[in-house]
């Protein structure tokens, strides 16, 4: 007998062909990627949970769509985004969703309570990535948060490799700007 | 401005092939300035990562109903309208059985001309002549046909035109006896008024 893990692949797969289990399963390893994701680009605790048991249910309803199951942490994260903009536009349709900054005060700080980074340093990060519009945070939390590649994100937002560049990369000269007194201050 | 080969944020992002990662590993070695905007972008990168993932509030499960889940027949209907690529297969498929049905079950087109002249020479002789018998007489018919209408058309026009011209006959004839009638009148008249009335003076004259 022969044991190896059980991988995502795999759980699609059986997920497709209506097994719940395996679906639970599937939600247990990226419920708190898409939590958190949701919460980064919403700032609202509620609304981010709420939204996550949309996305799963989404998910599960639309998995034999999915062709290719490598490609389903991107799929994922494509509903994931979907049904924050579909909320932003529902609450407020007459704003352009690129300038809708998240509702809450809360940007989904979870500081001090035995991080290795200091209180000073979370609040700096998260106040200045509440300075980012919402399209440069969305591609910061992509990158930086999930570890998603360039065309990932493409493919998660939408639009041009190039424009998630830019995105990002305008958004790293904000952060590297605004971070750098806080960083010089933790490393004296 | 970098001088290194490639994007430095790229670089730092892992977002380069190992060729070209190896370029900008051995750049930046030798340059100090690269070295450096590497390093402020990697602590960029670990100031961001001081903020926690947060746990989710609620677990999220499903449950299996078996009222509301629908039949493995339903999701496999479901499952193959789809997929494109399936819906496509099977039109072609529809097509292709269509195709070899209807070649098989549609019934021959009779073709008795070289049929006929493949068997007996004669009968398509006969059979030629035979229509061109049956294509003269009807068009004797047709021909007959029209020139009866022409016929017709000419005499009833003849007809008309003798019934106006007897009619103008008629009333010329009134007119001339009206004129004869009038001149008659005319000259009676003439006649008449040419009686030398005997008059006062003229009869004191004479």
């Not at chain 1, 609202?44 to 942490?73: C, G, I, S």
Request: charged share 25%.
């Amino acid at each position: 007998m022969i044991f190896r893990a059980v991988e995502d692949t795999d759980l699609i797969r059986q997920a497709g062909r209506g097994a719940v289990e395996a679906f639970n399963l599937l939600v247990s390893r990226w419920e708190k990627r898409v939590y958190n994701y949701l919460l980064r680009i919403t700032g609202n605790r509620e609304d981010a949970l709420d939204l996550t048991q949309d996305v799963f249910l989404k998910a599960y309803q639309n998995l034999r769509k999915l062709d290719d199951p490598a490609r389903f942490a991107p799929w994922l994260y494509r509903i994931a985004h979907n049904e924050a903009y579909s909320m932003f536009r529902k609450r407020r349709p007459e704003v352009d969703v690129s300038e809708l900054e998240p509702e809450g005060t809360e940007t989904g700080i979870a500081v001090g309570g035995g991080s290795v980074f200091p209180l000073e340093l979370s609040l700096a990060v998260a106040g200045a990535l509440k300075q980012l519009s919402p399209e440069q945070r969305e591609a910061v939390v992509l990158k930086i948060y999930q570890g998603f590649k360039f065309e990932e994100m493409a493919e998660i937002l939408s639009c041009p490799v190039s424009t998630v560049k830019s995105r990002l990369y305008a958004a790293l000269e904000l952060l590297k700007i605004q971070l750098a007194p806080v960083k010089a201050r933790g490393a004296s | 401005m970098s001088c290194s080969p490639f994007d430095l944020r790229d670089y730092v992002f892992q977002e380069l092939s190992a060729t070209e990662r190896k370029q900008v590993d051995v750049h930046v070695k030798g340059c100090q300035n690269c070295r450096e905007e590497c390093e402020r972008l990697r602590l960029t990168e670990a100031a961001l990562f001081s903020l926690r993932d947060e746990e989710i509030p609620q677990r999220i499960a499903f449950v299996s109903d078996q009222v509301f889940e629908p039949s493995a027949w339903r999701r496999a209907w479901a499952g193959f309208w789809g997929s494109a690529a399936r819906l496509g297969f099977a039109s072609a498929a529809m097509l292709s059985v269509a195709l070899v049905v209807f070649a098989v079950v549609r019934p021959a087109i009779q073709t008795p001309g070289p049929v006929a002249a493949s068997q007996n020479g004669k009968a398509v002789s006969v059979s030629s002549a035979e229509i061109e018998q049956q294509i003269q007489a009807a068009v004797d018919r047709a021909v007959a046909s029209s020139e009866a209408r022409q016929r017709d058309k000419f005499e009833q026009a003849v007809a008309e035109i003798r019934q106006q011209d007897l009619k103008e006959r008629q009333q010329l004839t009134r007119f001339a006896d009206a004129a004869i009638d009038m001149s008659t009148r005319r000259n009676l008249l003439v006649e008449r008024s040419s009686y030398d009335f005997p008059r006062a003076d003229k009869g004191g004259q004479q």
